[in-house]
């Protein structure tokens, strides 16, 4: 798929009753609910995945400043062209690797800021009530807070999570049949791959790596993370379901490993450290992918449930199917 698409909005549509609500996710205040009386015009995006997913489907026209610009850009052509016309139209000022000062984003007037939960709190950007009160709504999507959303609501999955995330996305910008295309593709892929998963007894970690860490395997992904959850759908096991940390001796060890996930992350976790330091590195010739530089990568951008999740389940079954 090529995205695109428009993000003008059909007579009527998603507005029809005057308002659109939907249930977002805050650090200061946990759910609540964000009501849009019109589609945004001018918003601030502080995270990689929310950019992503704008661009893909034509709304970058409506971006006026980026915050946490912190990864690489997924390679989608149409979303790169989008992001170049976007860098072109703003300029350096409107866009960061880091964040900006309240102040700075009060004066860009934004109707609404998209992006980590963490943003939306005193002691960031302020919290949703005072956004709220100069007429700007804020937004943190399920998948973006996958553990705090399925904690939410029992009943829920990551596929529920996805599915909510972007009928809201669809609803607030008016483009529901470009949404609902995206998911149906989306949702046939991983019936298909339920449906042939791998035979046989395939375990394969997911994992950062940090060249700073004197133990270089960081943060591992477990069965609650999207990434975990991806994996779960090829059939393959996870080596660590549970997440958190993995020690430098527990790596070493792990002769059992099929295959290994990396996720990039910033300057900090790069696929260049790894590769220099880890394949080909005779303290790893026990652990199969390593000795064999045989590995796949995503960002953390990859990590929430963004358009690039097509891309990245086909090429996460393939390579499952490939060990």
């Known amino acids: 798929t090529t995205g695109g698409g428009s993000s003008d909005s059909d007579a009527g549509g998603s507005y029809e009753d005057g308002s659109v609500t939907i249930e977002v996710y805050t650090a200061a205040d946990g759910f609540i609910e964000q009501t849009f009386d019109s589609i945004p015009e001018r918003i601030v995006v502080g995270n990689m995945t929310v950019l992503e997913t704008l661009l893909y489907f034509g709304l970058g026209d409506r971006i006026v400043a980026v915050y946490y610009l912190e990864d690489e850009l997924w390679d989608n052509e149409y979303v790169q062209s989008e992001y170049q016309r ?41 919290t949703p009530s005072f956004w709220n009160s100069i007429g700007c709504n804020v937004w943190s999507t399920y998948c973006l807070n996958s553990s705090s959303s399925l904690s939410h609501n029992s009943s829920w999955d990551q596929m529920d999570l996805m599915r909510m995330d972007y009928e809201n996305i669809g609803k607030v910008f008016d483009i529901e049949s470009q949404t609902s295309e995206y998911m149906n593709q989306f949702e046939s892929l991983v019936t298909n791959i339920r449906d042939n998963q791998v035979s046989g007894d395939v375990t394969v970690l997911i994992a950062e790596y940090h060249s700073s860490n004197n133990e270089h395997f960081s943060q591992t992904y477990g ?48 696929t260049s450290s790894f590769e220099s330091e880890v394949i080909g590195n005779s303290l790893y010739s026990g652990v199969k992918p390593f000795a064999e530089n045989n590995y796949i990568s995503w960002g953390l951008n990859g990590n929430y449930g963004g358009v690039s999740a097509l891309e990245i389940l086909q090429s996460l079954y393939d390579y499952v199917r490939s060990l």
């Open 86 to 126: 976007l860098e072109a139209r703003l300029g350096s000022e409107y866009i960061t690797d880091g964040t900006f000062d309240q102040a700075f984003l009060v004066d860009l007037e934004p109707d609404l800021i998209m992006g980590y939960s963490s943003s939306f709190q005193e002691s960031r950007f302020g």
């Open 223 to 270: 069965d609650n993370s999207f990434s975990g959850w991806l994996l779960s759908l090829t059939g393959a096991t996870n080596y660590d379901p549970e997440a958190g940390g993995i020690d430098l001796a527990q790596v070493v060890d792990a002769t059992e490993l099929d295959g290994f996930v990396l996720i990039t992350y910033g300057s900090s976790s790069t």
